[in-house]
């Protein structure tokens, strides 16, 4: 998020050519914090300060764990897309988030910003677009 609290959004040039939170595979021993730190700067340009954890979310389909956290961005320059993977990096109101987008991708933003006692860990199913 930035100093407005806005969500910072990469656009892929893959796939459906969605909007997502930025991340990535671990790479090998690359812990989850090093993984999330490193995908952020590769697709935003952005150094990240990476905070509390707000979801582990387990996809039965992939046997695959997907990691949540809050960041910091430490320098407060403006987000620069990497084009190997993405075609824009920009900033969004929650109540404002672009299209296509997946439930996946809204139902992280929202966990994360509920800091009501939520669940840490959830298991996700197919996607569903919202165009």
């Not at 914090?33 to 992939?62: F, N």
């Not at 840490?120 to 677009?129: D, E, K, N, V, Y």
Request: net charge negative.
């Amino acid at each position: 998020m930035d100093s407005e609290g806005r969500i910072l959004l990469v656009k892929h040039n893959y796939g459906k050519y969605n909007w997502e939170l930025p991340g990535g595979l671990s790479e090998l021993n690359e812990s989850a914090e090093e993984t999330a730190k490193r995908e952020v700067l590769e697709e935003t340009g952005l150094e990240v300060a990476v905070g509390r954890l707000t979801g582990v979310y387990y996809e039965p389909a992939h046997d695959m764990h997907h990691f949540a956290f809050m960041c910091k961005v430490v320098d407060n320059q403006p987000p620069q897309p990497d084009a190997a993977e993405v075609t824009e990096c920009k900033y969004y109101n929650v109540d404002d988030l672009p299209r296509p987008i997946s439930d996946f991708t809204i139902a992280r933003i929202q966990e994360a910003l509920n800091t009501d006692s939520n669940p840490l860990f959830h298991t996700i199913g197919p996607r569903q677009w919202f165009e």
